[in-house]
């Protein structure tokens, strides 16, 4: 079992910066997949980066390549998602999500996943 609880979200203005957190605890295993999702109202859960088994590899959307980072401390089992020049348009609730058996060609997908957090709100306004 993983356990994974999101922090760091909040109110930022446009153009301004947020570091998300994802602490992990249970299995830790450096091998894990720890990938960030986001949900906006009204949309479906939608994949926003990824650090790919223990970090071997980072993968973005299109939509924020550039602007966001993925980073990881395996001393504290936690991953980052580093939020640059924030745009209305990642206005969303935040998740992070983790695997260990995922394939490469699921990973943007939600449903693939075992273990999630609860979520973390982040607004950007005008």
């Known amino acids: 079992q993983v356990q994974l609880e999101e922090s760091g979200g909040g109110l930022v203005q446009v153009g301004g910066s947020l570091r998300l957190s994802c602490a992990r605890s249970?299995?830790?295993?450096?091998?894990?997949?720890t990938t960030w999702f986001r949900q906006a109202p009204g949309k479906e859960r939608e994949f926003v980066a990824a650090?790919?088994?223990?970090?071997?590899?980072?993968y973005y959307t299109d939509s924020v390549k550039g602007r966001f980072a993925v980073t990881r401390d395996n001393a504290k089992n936690t991953v980052y998602l580093q939020m640059n020049n924030l745009k209305p348009e990642d206005t969303a609730v935040y998740y992070c999500?983790?695997?260990?058996?995922?394939?490469?060609?699921?990973?943007?997908?939600?449903?693939?996943?075992?273990?999630w957090g609860q979520g973390t709100q982040v607004t950007v306004s005008n």
């Open positions: 999500a983790a695997d260990a058996r995922l394939i490469l060609s699921s990973l943007r997908r939600a449903d693939q996943y075992d273990y």
């Open positions: 249970g299995r830790t295993e450096r091998s894990l997949t």
């Open positions: 650090s790919w088994r223990g970090g071997i590899n980072t």
